[in-house]
């Protein structure tokens, strides 16, 4: 959905240095309203398309411009409350689909009040430049992510240099200035470019680490600020990733418990230990042979690593591993990595723009044998995920930037902030979400109990739905649960199996009982 347009009307918004953490300088950069075009889809007939210039460099506003993507839904109620602007995570999504996909997803009455305002951060998708450091990088077959071998060691690492170093030579001059502060100052751009006073905010998985640095830098221009699924500030970068291993492993059990609970269904076994160590088996056979010439080792954990972040998935992946171990059949597996384990185009922008944010962001270890003594101590207690995420966090160990220091979220400057997060999610564990709660005075915490999905509103749970929308509406938060939480809510039910006739929507189960959730999912994708 490329849609560009021209800009007139000239207005000016405040500046943050590249290097900012709580503070940001008087320097006024000129911005332009955005010129809005028609660019909708049959989902999405309402939906229109712009652009805007702002400064690569904040510090030099009169420098080399970036193009940053926008989209639009506009408000039809007599009543505005102004944009909401959508951030779907990443860092390296693409948030121009989601604006659609929140309009259509919420309570007609509550979105026909506000402007939503998806847009692509620089680097991503429409935005241009778009960076692309080395298209390909997760062609099959890698090398197997354990490095139980020198060999395999070295070839991965071989692996992360040369995207680092691929990254560095083709991206020299924008690489310092793709971080979340500069990210969170293009947003106060499009503030600006709306002729807005202030705006409201919407934030998924990273989205909700952008947002209270948005917050963080310009909290006199916060009216309403949600986020699901919350980023711990405390570890960005490098242990977060440790953090979220576990967490994922522990997700990857709770699957291999429900596939025990549906023996009749996959016979793959009632007890889920040994359902897992099928698994496991399965990831040495392929290790040894890929299936189809696609899927090996690393492929498998790819994969089923989606099957972390949102359970509609389950029934399918569970599908392709019985197929694997009970028919030897390899075509359903290597099905099921073109749905939900292979990169395309847009993943290697995704991931180009995810390393250049990250590295970038925070320091990270530069001694190999950091990463190797903790990422062999995470394997040993939960070897799912540790390896085949440290790799892919591995080129910031090579990064040819320096680092900045990363920002101090905590804030006593916002009116109420509502705050979701699941109890169970492996992307972005409970405790950030405690974390969070705490650093920002006054803000409400919704739980999902029980749950283990990435990105729990607008999924189909109406209780914590009910929570989005009068706030949304009103301005209204819980207050005073008991414990941590301002307000529970309990988990959806877990999908059932497929039955033989059930349809996929995009690669997830249509009868799993969760449509709404897939489609959230294709969006929020993926990492974080």
Not at 271 to 293: C, F, H, I, S, T
Request: aromatic fraction near 10%.
């Amino acid at each position: 959905m490329l849609c560009g347009a021209a800009v007139v009307v000239a207005g000016s918004v405040t500046a943050v240095p590249a290097d900012a953490s709580t503070s940001h300088s008087a320097v006024a950069v000129r911005v332009a309203k955005v010129a809005w075009k028609k660019c909708g889809t049959t989902d999405q007939p309402s939906m229109q398309c712009g652009s805007l210039k702002v400064p690569l460099d904040y510090r030099h506003p009169s420098g080399q411009k970036i193009t940053l993507a926008l989209s639009r839904v506009r408000h039809t109620a007599k009543t505005y409350q102004g944009p909401l602007l959508v951030n779907p995570g990443g860092p390296g999504g693409s948030g121009l689909s989601l604006a659609g996909f929140v309009a259509s997803s919420l309570p007609k009455a509550v979105a026909a009040q506000y402007d939503v305002i998806g847009f692509d951060p620089r680097g991503v998708g429409a935005s241009t430049p778009a960076l692309d450091c080395k298209p390909g990088q997760f062609k099959p077959v890698r090398p197997d992510s354990v490095p139980i071998t020198a060999a395999l060691e070295k070839a991965n690492l071989a692996r992360a240099k040369s995207f680092a170093a691929a990254c560095g030579r083709k991206y020299a001059k924008l690489l310092p200035y793709v971080n979340t502060v500069n990210a969170a100052t293009d947003m106060d751009s499009i503030r600006r470019a709306l002729g807005a006073k202030k705006i409201n905010y919407f934030g998924y998985s990273y989205g909700t680490y952008l947002g209270a640095v948005y917050a963080k830098l310009f909290p006199e221009r916060v009216r309403r600020l949600v986020l699901d699924s919350i980023v711990d500030p405390a570890g960005v970068w490098y242990d977060d990733n440790l953090q979220q291993d576990y967490a994922f492993n522990d997700r990857h059990r709770a699957f291999m418990a429900w596939i025990a609970k549906y023996d009749s269904t996959y016979k793959l076994g009632t007890d889920p230990q040994k359902v897992e160590a099928k698994w496991y088996a399965m990831r040495a056979a392929l290790a040894k042979k890929p299936a189809g010439g696609k899927v090996g080792a690393s492929e498998l954990e790819d994969t089923f690593i989606p099957g972390g972040y949102y359970n509609g998935y389950w029934p399918s992946l569970a599908q392709a591993f019985a197929a694997y171990v009970n028919e030897k059949k390899t075509g359903p597996l290597v099905d099921a990595y073109g749905r939900f384990g292979a990169v395309d185009a847009s993943g290697d922008n995704g991931y180009s723009v995810y390393t250049a944010v990250q590295c970038r962001d925070a320091a990270w270890p530069r001694d190999w044998r950091q990463w190797r003594e903790d990422n062999w101590a995470v394997y040993d207690k939960a070897p799912f995920m540790a390896w085949n995420n440290a790799w892919y966090n591995a080129p910031c160990a090579f990064w040819p930037t320096s680092t900045m220091r990363p920002v101090n979220i905590a804030n006593g400057k916002l009116g109420p902030v509502l705050l979701f997060q699941a109890t169970n999610d492996a992307a972005t564990p409970y405790e950030g979400g405690v974390t969070v709660h705490h650093l920002l005075r006054g803000s409400s915490l919704v739980v999902e109990q029980g749950g283990g999905n990435h990105g729990i509103t607008l999924s189909g749970n109406a209780c914590l739905d009910k929570y989005l929308s009068a706030y949304l509406a009103e301005g209204k938060v819980p207050r005073g649960h008991t414990g941590v939480a301002d307000a529970v809510c309990q988990k959806l039910p877990d999908p059932k199996p497929l039955s033989t006739k059930a349809s996929t929507v995009k690669g997830a189960p249509s009868g799993s009982g969760a449509p709404r959730g897939a489609a959230l999912h294709e969006l929020v994708g993926f990492r974080g």
